[in-house]
Protein backbone atom coordinates (compact mmCIF):
# COMPACT_ATOMS: atom_id res chain seq x y z
CA UNK A 1 0.00 0.00 0.00
CA UNK A 2 1.70 3.34 -1.09
CA UNK A 3 1.58 5.85 1.61
CA UNK A 4 1.67 9.72 1.11
CA UNK A 5 2.25 12.43 3.50
CA UNK A 6 1.32 16.14 3.25
CA UNK A 7 3.79 18.52 5.14
CA UNK A 8 3.77 22.29 5.73
CA UNK A 9 0.51 23.75 6.07
CA UNK A 10 -0.17 26.81 8.29
CA UNK A 11 -1.49 30.13 8.35
CA UNK A 12 -0.50 33.50 6.43
CA UNK A 13 -1.88 36.73 5.96
CA UNK A 14 -2.97 37.72 2.12
CA UNK A 15 -0.18 38.21 -0.03
CA UNK A 16 2.27 35.79 1.28
CA UNK A 17 3.87 32.20 0.46
CA UNK A 18 3.89 28.71 1.62
CA UNK A 19 5.46 25.78 0.51
CA UNK A 20 3.82 22.30 0.87
CA UNK A 21 5.62 18.78 0.39
CA UNK A 22 3.99 15.39 -0.14
CA UNK A 23 6.69 12.00 0.62
CA UNK A 24 5.28 9.43 -0.89
CA UNK A 25 6.16 5.92 0.42
CA UNK A 26 7.35 4.56 -3.09
CA UNK A 27 8.24 6.36 -6.44
CA UNK A 28 4.97 7.72 -8.26
CA UNK A 29 4.45 8.59 -11.66
CA UNK A 30 2.02 10.94 -11.11
CA UNK A 31 1.41 13.66 -8.08
CA UNK A 32 -1.21 15.82 -7.92
CA UNK A 33 -2.39 18.42 -5.43
CA UNK A 34 -5.62 18.83 -4.69
CA UNK A 35 -7.77 21.55 -2.44
CA UNK A 36 -11.00 21.29 -0.53
CA UNK A 37 -12.72 23.98 0.83
CA UNK A 38 -15.23 23.84 3.39
CA UNK A 39 -18.83 23.25 1.30
CA UNK A 40 -17.33 23.06 -1.94
CA UNK A 41 -16.20 20.06 -3.90
CA UNK A 42 -12.61 18.80 -3.98
CA UNK A 43 -10.32 20.76 -6.76
CA UNK A 44 -7.23 19.39 -8.91
CA UNK A 45 -4.62 22.33 -8.90
CA UNK A 46 -1.64 20.83 -10.40
CA UNK A 47 -0.11 17.87 -11.27
CA UNK A 48 3.82 16.78 -12.31
CA UNK A 49 4.75 13.21 -14.08
CA UNK A 50 8.12 12.74 -12.08
CA UNK A 51 9.74 10.45 -14.65
CA UNK A 52 10.10 13.79 -17.00
CA UNK A 53 8.90 16.89 -14.49
CA UNK A 54 6.32 18.18 -16.76
CA UNK A 55 3.65 20.19 -15.13
CA UNK A 56 0.26 21.64 -15.41
CA UNK A 57 -2.13 23.51 -13.77
CA UNK A 58 -5.44 24.67 -13.16
CA UNK A 59 -6.24 28.27 -13.97
CA UNK A 60 -7.35 29.24 -10.62
CA UNK A 61 -3.63 29.07 -9.72
CA UNK A 62 -1.82 29.14 -12.88
CA UNK A 63 1.31 31.61 -12.48
CA UNK A 64 1.39 31.30 -8.77
CA UNK A 65 1.71 28.25 -7.87
CA UNK A 66 4.57 25.98 -8.48
CA UNK A 67 4.64 22.18 -8.51
CA UNK A 68 8.11 20.79 -8.98
CA UNK A 69 9.99 17.48 -7.41
CA UNK A 70 11.53 18.13 -4.27
CA UNK A 71 14.92 17.63 -2.79
CA UNK A 72 14.50 14.68 -0.77
CA UNK A 73 13.37 11.07 -2.45
CA UNK A 74 10.08 10.76 -3.40
CA UNK A 75 8.53 14.12 -2.44
CA UNK A 76 7.42 16.88 -4.70
CA UNK A 77 6.83 19.91 -3.26
CA UNK A 78 3.80 22.82 -3.97
CA UNK A 79 5.30 26.39 -3.65
CA UNK A 80 2.24 28.75 -3.39
CA UNK A 81 2.53 32.52 -3.67
CA UNK A 82 0.84 35.67 -3.66
CA UNK A 83 -2.08 33.64 -1.26
CA UNK A 84 -5.52 35.10 -1.62
CA UNK A 85 -7.92 34.13 1.60
CA UNK A 86 -9.75 32.28 -1.16
CA UNK A 87 -7.10 30.02 -1.24
CA UNK A 88 -8.02 28.64 2.78
CA UNK A 89 -8.72 24.91 2.44
CA UNK A 90 -7.25 21.41 3.09
CA UNK A 91 -4.51 20.95 0.76
CA UNK A 92 -4.27 16.98 -0.41
CA UNK A 93 -1.35 15.45 -2.55
CA UNK A 94 -2.64 12.22 -4.32
CA UNK A 95 -0.88 9.27 -6.62
CA UNK A 96 -2.28 8.22 -9.93
CA UNK A 97 -1.78 4.60 -11.37
CA UNK A 98 -3.86 5.59 -14.38
CA UNK A 99 -4.34 8.64 -16.33
CA UNK A 100 -2.75 11.36 -14.88
CA UNK A 101 -5.13 14.26 -14.73
CA UNK A 102 -6.95 17.02 -12.10
CA UNK A 103 -9.58 14.34 -11.31
CA UNK A 104 -9.76 13.03 -8.31
CA UNK A 105 -11.56 10.11 -9.74
CA UNK A 106 -8.34 9.26 -11.69
CA UNK A 107 -6.47 9.38 -8.04
CA UNK A 108 -5.59 5.93 -6.65
CA UNK A 109 -3.54 6.93 -3.44
CA UNK A 110 -4.08 10.30 -1.18
CA UNK A 111 -2.68 11.74 1.82
CA UNK A 112 -4.53 12.81 4.63
CA UNK A 113 -4.31 16.34 4.05
CA UNK A 114 -2.89 20.03 5.72
CA UNK A 115 -4.74 22.77 6.24
CA UNK A 116 -3.82 26.36 5.00
CA UNK A 117 -5.83 29.07 6.05
CA UNK A 118 -4.96 32.90 4.68
CA UNK A 119 -6.22 35.90 6.56
CA UNK A 120 -6.94 38.84 4.93
Known amino acids: QVQLMESGGGSVQTGGSLKLSCTAS?????IVWFRQAPGKEREGLAR????????FYDSSVKGRFTVAIGNSKNTVDLQMNSLKPSDTAVYYC????????????????WGQGTQVTVSS
Open 26 to 30: TNMAC
Open 48 to 55: ITTADRVT
Open 94 to 109: AASVGVCGLRPQFMTY
